[in-house]
């Protein structure tokens, strides 16, 4: 049998059920669903929930990371967790299923080979029509470079601990899976004889990458980053990449205990106070809660700074609240993404809350 797994947070249930709706027209119904809500809001997490129920092969598994970056890697690695299925097929929520596809992986499905499939891009206008699945107009296909649509032999995936959970935002998880499994003797192959699945519109989410703080968690040239991991575990030939706890999701018992935290301690954006914070508190802390709020210096915009700095006086130098997001956050994936922790930007963009549990 054959585990459909969705990684998820915070899309349009009507985009879902599309989905989901085309696995109800399979020839083939040796497959389960598990869709992995990887934090989203109270508001969208009980309407897929609620969805997701009205499918007798799907499973939804609520991951309590609300108040963390997204990452894909850690999502499909806390569904590999849930999965009991000797294969999975790591999905999209965008995807609309042709029907013989579950009966094309069942003719694939090899625990030697790793498949990843050719895909259809439609347009705006027809994401939203429902149609027989061919009778879409598709706009352009995908290429070889594209592998996040993968049908994998669990034990293979499982024997190199998953997913590289470094990787977080977009990028290189998929290919990196592949050059890794490929190193343990696995073949890698591109399905693009036919086009068993469409992808329905989106924005662009790299595109929307902004200089400035932003609510929506952002890390400058993440793409790039996680680049940088992938080019580093191909010249070190690394088949596995996370330690033993990977795909352990944040419980409801330590997302409460954090939320319950009280007392924070505001940190001021000095290029001094931030520095040790990351390289001597954070590092070195233990057996506890370290709550704290970073925030802008008030004498930085004081009168009396700006003639100091203008007369070129000694003065305080200082880290923007996003130098401070970029840093902190590189930081947290990097050492600490396995701790239970939460990170939240205020709605005024004036401060930087951060809470972790070591």
Do not use: C
Request: proline residues 2%; hydrophobic residues 35%; glycine residues 4%.
């Amino acid at each position: 049998m054959i585990t459909i797994l969705y990684p998820y947070r915070n899309r349009e249930t009507e985009r879902v059920k599309r989905s989901l709706d085309s696995l109800t027209e399979q020839t083939n119904l040796n497959f389960k669903v598990v869709l992995v809500d990887y934090g989203s809001n109270i508001s969208s997490a009980s309407s897929i929930k609620e969805l997701v129920s009205g499918y007798s092969f799907a499973t939804y598994v609520y991951n309590f990371s609300e108040f963390q970056p997204w990452s894909r890697a850690k999502a499909i690695n806390v569904g590999l967790r849930n999965i009991t299925t000797d294969y999975v097929f790591t999905a999209d929520v965008d995807m609309i299923f042709s029907p013989n596809f579950i009966e094309k992986l069942q003719e694939l499905k090899n625990p030697l080979k790793a498949y990843y499939f050719k895909v259809g891009f439609l347009n705006e206008q027809e994401s939203k029509t429902v149609k027989i699945f061919d009778n879409y107009s598709i706009d352009f296909g995908s290429e070889v470079g594209a592998q996040g649509l993968s049908l994998f032999f669990l034990e293979s995936v499982k024997s190199i601990n998953g997913y590289d959970e470094f990787l977080h935002f977009w990028g290189a998880e998929d290919i990196d899976i592949h050059n890794r499994l490929e190193r343990t003797g696995s073949e890698s192959i591109f399905y693009n004889n036919e086009i068993l699945m469409l992808h329905q519109w989106h924005k662009s989410y790299r595109r929307e990458e902004k200089k400035v703080l932003t609510q929506d968690l952002q890390l400058t040239n993440i793409v790039q980053i996680n680049h940088q991991q992938l080019l580093q575990n191909d010249r070190s030939a690394k088949t596995q990449v996370n330690k033993t706890e990977w795909g352990n999701g944040v419980s409801i018992s330590d997302f409460n205990e954090l939320k319950q935290s009280t007392g924070e301690n505001l940190i001021l954006n000095k290029v001094e106070v931030i520095t040790h914070f990351l390289f001597s508190e954070l590092p070195t802390f233990s057996n506890g809660i370290i709550n704290v709020r970073f925030v802008k210096d008030k004498f930085q915009g004081s009168t009396k700074y700006r003639i100091k700095k203008l007369l070129g006086k000694k003065v305080p130098k200082y880290y923007s609240l996003k130098e401070i997001n970029d840093m902190l956050l590189q930081h947290i994936i990097s050492f600490y993404h396995t701790y239970p922790y939460s990170y939240e930007i205020s709605n005024d963009l004036k401060s930087i809350s951060f809470k972790i549990k070591k």
